[in-house]
C-alpha cells in the first residue's frame, strides 16, 4: 500500500532532521559509515538467519510427513505471503524502529531456533492421537511458517528506517543496499544448511544455533548502535529478552540429545540401537537381537520389518526368476534381502546392487541384525554393489547385459522416487534386458492406492512392456513403506504389497519347477494375488514421465 504524501513547504526541515526525535538522526557512538556498515552486516547475518529457518521448515516437513514438494510449497508460499504482512504491519512501528527492530529480533530468534524442536516432539509424542488432532503437525507447520514469515518481513521496514537515521540517501540507493546486503546473506545461509549445519549439527542443534546467532546479532546491533535511541526501561526490557531466549537455546541445545532419544523411542519403540543421518537420509534400526524382530526404517518409513519381509522379498523375486537368470541387476535392495533370494536359485552367475546409500550397504554387511537376516549375501563373491543413482547408472549401463532386473525401490508415492518409476526410467531398463528378460518392479500398496499402482501398470505398457500385476498380502500393522512418514506401530495402511511383472512378451507370474522352494509363497497364492489385484484395475490412466509425474 502506498500511503499519499504531502508535500513539504519551500525550506522547511525533513521531518527526520529534529535530532533525538523518534524520525531524526540517530546519535550513534561510531561515525555514520561504520554504523551504516554495522547495520548492512546485520541485514546480511539476519537474512542467512531467516533462510535457514526457511530451509529448516522445508527439510523436516518433508522428513516428518513425506511429499515434499507439496511441503515445500505449502511452507515456501506461506512465508512469503506472511512476509508481506509483516512488512505492512511493521509500518507502524517506524517511529520506534530500533526498539522493534530489537523485539522482532528476540521472537525470531526464539520461534525459528525452536521451531524443529517444537515440529519434531509434536509428531513424536501426537502423531497417533487422530480425531481433530490428525492434521496437528501439519497445522503446525503452517503456523510456524507463517509466525516466521511475519517477523522475517517486519524486518525489511524497521532496517530501512535504521539506515535512513543514519545517514539519509534516495530510496533508490537505501533499497540497493539493504537488498544486497539481504541476498547476499540469503546466499550464505542457503548454503550453510545442507553443507554445514545439517550434516555437522543436525536439524535440530542446526535450528538452536542459527536462533542464538540470530538473537545475538540483532540485540547487539540496537543494545549496540541504537542504544541512545532507546529508554533506559526498553533497554532493560530488550536486554532481558534477548537474555531469556539464548538461556531457553542454550538450554535446548544441552538437552537436545536426550530429547531427541526420547522421541525416537516415541517413534521407533524402544529397541533403536542404530540411527544415523547419512548423506542421503535418515536411517535407523531397531530390534534385531535377542530375538527381537528387526526394523529397517529409511527417513522414517518402515521399509523392512523382520516379521514379514519373507512373504515381500520372496514375492518381489520369485516370480521374475523364472527362466534364465544369470545375470541379476537389483535396483536399490540396499538391505542385501532381495539378493538373498536372487542368490537361492542354482545358475546364477552374477548380481549387481545399485543402492544410492552407502550407509544401508554397510549396515547390510556388519550389523549382526541386518547382515544374519538377508544371510550375509554382500559376503557371495557373485554380488558386486555400486553406490550411485540409479537412473544415472542405468543410463550408461550395457545394453542387453542382464536376465532379470528386480527394482526394490522406495514407494512410488515418494516424491524422490517418482523419477524412478518414470517412462523414462523403464525405457532404461529396457535397454539393460537381454532377449526374454524380464523386470519386476514394486508399486506400493494396491488397495490403499490402486491409481499410483496402475499408474505404474501403464507407465511400463507405454515403455514398450507387457505386464502380469500381481500383490501378495499378509503385512502386519505398522508397515507402512508408503508416502507419508508414519510411526511405528501407528499405520492404518492395508496389509498388502503390489508387484508388475514385466517383459517384452507377455509375462505370467509362476515360480520356477526347477528353482528353491519359497517358504510363504506358492503358486496358488501368487494366481489368487493376481486375482485380487486385477479387480482394482483403472483403465485409461495416463503414463508417468519425468515432466509429467503422474504420482
Not at 196 to 219: E, H, I, K, M, S
Not at 264 to 283: K, N, P
Request: proline share 7%; with cysteine.
Amino acid at each position: 500500500m502506498i500511503e499519499p504524501h504531502a508535500p513539504a513547504p519551500p525550506g522547511s526541515p525533513p521531518p527526520w532532521s529534529a535530532p533525538g526525535g523518534p524520525g531524526g538522526p540517530a546519535r550513534l557512538p561510531v561515525r555514520p559509515g561504520t554504523g551504516r556498515f554495522l547495520v548492512l552486516a546485520g541485514v546480511f547475518v539476519c537474512a542467512a538467519c531467516g533462510l535457514v529457518y526457511e530451509l529448516e521448515l522445508v527439510a523436516l516437513a518433508s522428513y516428518l510427513m513425506g511429499d515434499s514438494v507439496t511441503q515445500a510449497s505449502v511452507v515456501l508460499s506461506v512465508m512469503v505471503f506472511a512476509m508481506g504482512i509483516g512488512s505492512l504491519a511493521a509500518k507502524r512501528l517506524r517511529g520506534l524502529a530500533a526498539a522493534g527492530f530489537g523485539a522482532v529480533e528476540a521472537t525470531l530468534a526464539l520461534v525459528g531456533g525452536c521451531s524443529a524442536m517444537a515440529l519434531y516432539a509434536v509428531f513424536a509424542w501426537t502423531g497417533d492421537w487422530g480425531g481433530v488432532w490428525a492434521s496437528g503437525p501439519r497445522c503446525l507447520l503452517v503456523a510456524f511458517s507463517l509466525a516466521t514469515g511475519l517477523l522475517i518481513g517486519a524486518e525489511v521496514p524497521l532496517l530501512m528506517e535504521l539506515i535512513q537515521r543514519i545517514r539519509r540517501q534516495d530510496a533508490g540507493g537505501a533499497v540497493a543496499d539493504l537488498f544486497a546486503a539481504d541476498y547476499v546473506g540469503a546466499l550464505v545461509g542457503g548454503l550453510a544448511f545442507p553443507f554445514l549445519l545439517l550434516p555437522f549439527l543436525g536439524q535440530l542443534t542446526g535450528a538452536l544455533l542459527t536462533g542464538a546467532v540470530n538473537a545475538v546479532v540483532g540485540g547487539a546491533l540496537v543494545l549496540g548502535l541504537f542504544r541512545r535511541d532507546l529508554t533506559r526501561r526498553a533497554r532493560w526490557l530488550l536486554l532481558i529478552a534477548n537474555g531469556l531466549v539464548l538461556a531457553i537455546l542454550a538450554s535446548a541445545a544441552v538437552l537436545v540429545d536426550d530429547f531427541e532419544r526420547a522421541a525416537r523411542q516415541a517413534m521407533y519403540g524402544r529397541d533403536v540401537r542404530v540411527a544415523l543421518r547419512t548423506g542421503v537420509q535418515e536411517v535407523v534400526l531397531a530390534g534385531g537381537t535377542h530375538g527381537r524382530p528387526l526394523a529397517l526404517f529409511l527417513d522414517g518409513r518402515l521399509r523392512v520389518s523382520g516379521s514379514d519381509e519373507l512373504r515381500y522379498h520372496e514375492a518381489l523375486v520369485h516370480p521374475a526368476m523364472t527362466g534364465s537368470h544369470a545375470r541379476v541387476l537389483i535396483l536399490g535392495g540396499g538391505d542385501g534381502l532381495a539378493a538373498r533370494e536372487v542368490l537361492r536359485h542354482p545358475g546364477v552367475d552374477r548380481v549387481d546392487v545399485i543402492e544410492l546409500d552407502a550407509e544401508v550397504v554397510r549396515l547390510a554387511r556388519t550389523d549382526p541384525g541386518l547382515s544374519a537376516l538377508n544371510r550375509h549375501a554382500y559376503g557371495d563373491p557373485r554380488v558386486h554393489v555400486t553406490v550411485k543413482d540409479a537412473f544415472g547408472w542405468l543410463r550408461g549401463a550395457p545394453p542387453a547385459a542382464y536376465d532379470v532386473v528386480v527394482s526394490d525401490l522406495p514407494d512410488p508415492g515418494i516424491t524422490a522416487s517418482t523419477k524412478l518409476y518414470s517412462q523414462e526410467f523403464y525405457g532404461l531398463a529396457r535397454r539393460v534386458l537381454a532377449p526374454g528378460g524380464r523386470l519386476v518392479v514394486h508399486a506400493g500398496p494396491v488397495a490403499a492406492g490402486p491409481r499410483v499402482y496402475w499408474t505404474v501398470d501403464a507407465t511400463l505398457r507405454a515403455a514398450g512392456f507387457r505386464t502380469a500385476p500381481y500383490g501378495t498380502g499378509g503385512r502386519r500393522a505398522g508397515s507402512a513403506v508408503g508416502p507419508d512418514r508414519t510411526p511405528a506401530g501407528r499405520s492404518r495402511a492395508p496389509r498388502d504389497w503390489g508387484f508388475v511383472l514385466a517383459a517384452r512378451t507377455e509375462p505370467r507370474p509362476r515360480l520356477d519347477p526347477d528353482g528353491p522352494r519359497p517358504l510363504i509363497l506358492t503358486d496358488e497364492s501368487l494366481a489368487a494375488g493376481a486375482r485380487t489385484v486385477r479387480e482394482t484395475r483403472i483403465a485409461g490412466l495416463p503414463a508417468s514421465t519425468l515432466v509429467h509425474p503422474r504420482y
